[in-house]
């Protein structure tokens, strides 16, 4: 199946997305009529533009959370995805760092795993004590540790005991309840269509699947036909997830399947800025520019002040109507040096117990596509302390700055 990214170019230009063919994904003249929404309305809550940050282990922790909701352009972010028995402990300190959260985070949504409805029902309580705006479900992480106690996709195999949890958990909080499945345990035993509808009738709020089976892992295509025949099913708004690596796939996410919103994973700690990319190709961006694709597209002036600052001159407004004019930037290496560092500083100062480890797992997706990127992140690799990290990124990027302007070189 084809993504946008490798669509082939030909297609005739002006073509509708068919829904009834739910394997044909839209060209790019297609999704100059389709664009992500610019808001959806889960229960109480405005998420706004309909983009979410999805709920991943090690990654989203409050740091990283408040990294992306400054970067703007991402509607909704959610935590890392929580044990609800942790929740329940009281000397489960692990759990406890996990939902920890500060102001600026909302709108924020707490993801829970576990298969006891009580348990759950408990735990989701706490999170609306603690001022969460939502509380999601977690049916869908595949780690073996995991779907061995029977909880995230591991619960796919009994849908009574989800519907189970469902009403329990809707019955003990008022805050919008959601959940995020998978479309099955492999492609024989796809329940992904059943299990909205039980969602809907439970009182859940929304839904997002997360486009491929239990069995897949995170390997091969997200099959976007199954969100399409998600959103057929139910009246309650539907989120995409799968395989969006680029602005452009958002839109064709939406094209091919009509959903609601669409959530994106692994594709944000490489390229943190594709909230604000999405809600500049969408048309409807009310973040600053910083980076530079335009210039090269063709919409402005790239100019570089004596500092080595980049910023982009643009002759009109873009028009939200054509997404051909609606470019979207690109990041500059002046922009991953500012990235980097606030990232890394963001971490030194939550005095996170793992934060020289966070920065060294953070260091391979930030220096890419940046020359010489392999000896800042050796030397991140082989510093011992957060602070050493940050100095050696730093030092780096300033000799960078100074080879640029023919003041020194780089060996």
């Given at each position: 199946m084809k993504k946008f990214w490798d669509n082939d170019s030909s297609c005739e230009a002006g073509a509708s997305p068919a829904r009834s063919d739910k394997n044909v994904r839209p060209t790019q003249a297609v999704l100059t009529q389709v664009v992500v929404p610019s808001s959806v309305?889960?229960?109480?809550?405005?998420?706004?533009?309909?983009t979410v940050l999805a709920p991943m282990a090690g990654v989203t922790d409050t740091v990283f959370r408040r990294f992306i909701r400054n970067l703007g352009g991402c509607g909704l972010i959610m935590t890392e995805f929580t044990s609800a028995d942790g929740v329940l402990r009281a000397k489960d300190q692990k759990a406890k760092r996990y939902l920890h959260f500060y102001e600026d985070e909302h709108p924020i949504s707490a993801q829970l795993f576990g298969s006891d409805p009580r348990v759950m029902a408990d735990a989701a309580r706490i999170v609306e004590d603690l001022g969460f705006d939502m509380v999601d479900l977690n049916l869908g992480c595949p780690a073996k540790k995991v779907v061995k106690c029977n909880g995230g996709s591991g619960?796919?195999?009994?849908?009574p005991k989800i519907g189970g949890i469902f009403e329990a958990v809707r019955a003990a909080v008022t805050i919008p309840f959601t959940v995020k499945f998978r479309a099955g345990w492999n492609d024989d035993e796809l329940?992904?269509?059943?299990?909205?509808?039980?969602?809907?009738?439970?009182g859940l709020c929304a839904v997002a699947l997360h486009a491929r089976t239990r069995e897949q892992g995170y390997s091969g295509n997200a099959r976007w036909e199954w969100i399409a025949a998600v959103k057929d099913a139910v009246k309650i708004p539907v989120i995409g997830n799968g395989d969006i690596r680029t602005p452009e796939d958002a839109c064709a996410m939406v094209a091919a399947t009509g959903c609601d919103a669409v959530m994106i994973g692994r594709t944000a700690p490489a390229n943190p800025w594709i909230f604000r990319q999405i809600e500049q190709y969408c048309g409807n961006s009310k973040s600053?520019?910083?980076?530079?694709?335009?210039?090269?597209?063709?919409w402005g002036t790239l100019r570089t002040d004596h500092v080595g600052r980049t910023a982009l001159t643009r002759p009109v407004e873009h028009s939200s109507t054509n997404l051909r004019s609606a470019a979207y930037d690109e990041p500059s290496e002046a922009d991953r040096y500012e990235m980097i560092r606030t990232y890394f500083q963001m971490l030194i100062e939550e005095e996170l117990p793992d934060a020289t480890g966070k920065m060294k797992q953070f260091a391979s997706w930030f220096t890419h596509g940046v020359p010489g990127g392999a000896a800042l992140r050796k030397a991140i690799y082989d510093s011992k302390t957060a602070p050493e990290i940050l100095a050696n990124v730093e030092e780096f990027f300033e000799a960078r700055a100074l080879t640029s302007m023919g003041l020194a070189s780089v060996e």
């Open positions: 309305q889960i229960g109480s809550v405005t998420i706004s533009p309909a619960l796919l195999r009994d849908l329940v992904c269509v059943e299990l909205a509808k039980i969602a809907e009738d439970c600053p520019p910083c980076l530079a694709e335009d210039a090269r597209q063709g």
